[in-house]
């Protein structure tokens, strides 16, 4: 082992990239990450935490026993990072930091998706609120417990940078260095960037994938939206006869063929446009250099309106999302009314963290653990608390 030479991770890497040698590093000091680069070891250190693993019965749009082959937070940030990486290969970007923002972005988000973040939100409002960027910060820098030497996971400014996709200036004040940019209006990494665009090419594509297949939307319907529309004809075109669900995929397959090329072509104008010298001066431009052409954002923002209409507010959905809110405001007022009804860890950080911050700590104690559930975890605890049955 000793012989082995360790690559430089920021070799090839164009000069507008984040750089490894230019990282802010750690908020706990380190001793290096031998053969690998420091991103690498966040990567690493991500996919092997607990709430990762969870991510694979969590609800992206349809709940976990609704189907084996719906998509599901797991599946989603793996797309969304190989979205991530192939644009940031073109561009000559930071790979293993794009990697490492698309598996992480999601690891604070509720089960049951946005509908339970919305009813986690709702219990948490007098408290502090609850927000799944947030979330997963918290879950990066306090909850997961790995190592003998510090809380967290202790990533890289950067990694954690690029979880933080929003923050409101309320919130962003207590973060310390990570929340400064949403103070001083100043833009994250190209790779933070292109993390966040690539996640909503993701979810675009896949839940026209998902809403086909779950017959909520016909295709037919989909023809409204020009960029189905475009792809959908030159398939019928060329492949006369072919069988449904393989045509469904080869459509699906070309539109995220040019939403992908566009979005190359584009950034890499952007960039040419701009110019910036090095990592800073994109973190001063005035406006994210990562985005789509005017004709392909109108596109993009024509099937996420789509979708918001036709999909996630199908009767089907907001049955289910109803159930779930119901679910979990239930579970947060069981708790949070007797904190003895949490497993023993738990049930220690909602007293340790209330006598910090009182309601307020116990209140967000709840909200980590029921945070952490996994959609179908969520249900056998409501079943536990409220079933004289079970």
């Known amino acids: 082992m000793s012989g082995l030479l360790r690559p430089d991770p920021d070799c090839g890497l164009a000069p507008y990239a984040q750089h490894e040698a230019g990282s802010v590093g750690r908020l706990h000091a380190e001793a290096g990450p031998g053969l690998r680069g420091e991103f690498q070891r966040d990567r690493d250190r991500i996919v092997h935490s607990s709430a990762f693993r969870r991510l694979v019965y969590k609800t992206q749009v349809f709940v976990n026993h609704e189907g084996d082959l719906y998509r599901t937070r797991l599946t989603h940030s793996l797309e969304v990072a190989q979205v991530a990486r192939s644009v940031a290969r073109v561009l000559r970007l930071n790979e293993a930091l794009c990697e490492a923002i698309s598996l992480a972005h999601d690891l604070g988000h509720t089960p049951f998706g946005h509908a339970g973040q919305d009813a986690l939100n709702e219990c948490m409002r007098d408290y502090g609120g609850f927000e799944h960027n947030l979330q997963s910060l918290r879950v990066v820098d306090e909850l997961e417990e790995k190592y003998a030497a510090f809380p967290g996971l202790n990533l890289t400014f950067e990694t954690r940078e690029g979880i933080l996709k929003h923050c409101s200036t309320r919130n962003a004040a207590p973060l310390g260095e990570v929340g400064r940019r949403f103070l001083e209006r100043r833009q994250p990494s190209l790779e933070a960037q292109l993390a966040n665009v690539a996640d909503e090419v993701a979810y675009n594509h896949h839940d026209v994938d998902d809403g086909l297949r779950a017959g909520l939307i016909e295709l037919d319907e989909l023809d409204q939206v020009g960029l189905f529309r475009r792809h959908h004809a030159a398939v019928r075109a060329a492949h006369a006869g072919l069988a449904e669900r393989r045509l469904i995929y080869e459509v699906v397959r070309r539109m995220i063929n040019e939403v992908i090329t566009d979005l190359t072509t584009a950034t890499q104008e952007r960039l040419v446009a701009a110019a910036p010298a090095n990592v800073e001066a994109v973190r001063a431009a005035g406006e994210s250099l990562v985005g789509f052409s005017p004709a392909i954002a109108a596109d993009h923002l024509a099937l996420k309106q789509f979708l918001r ?20 405001k239930d579970l947060f007022r069981g708790y949070f009314e007797d904190v003895r009804l949490l497993p023993g860890e738990h049930c220690e950080a909602a007293y340790r963290l209330e006598a910090i911050d009182g309601e307020a700590g116990r209140a967000r ?6 945070a952490g559930m996994t959609d179908r975890f969520a249900i056998s605890e409501h079943s536990r608390l409220y079933d004289p049955a079970v």
């Open 309 to 328: 209409e036709r999909v996630y507010r199908h009767f089907r959905v907001v049955r289910m999302t109803t159930k779930a809110q119901r679910t979990l």
């Open 365 to 370: 104690a709840v909200a980590d653990y029921i």
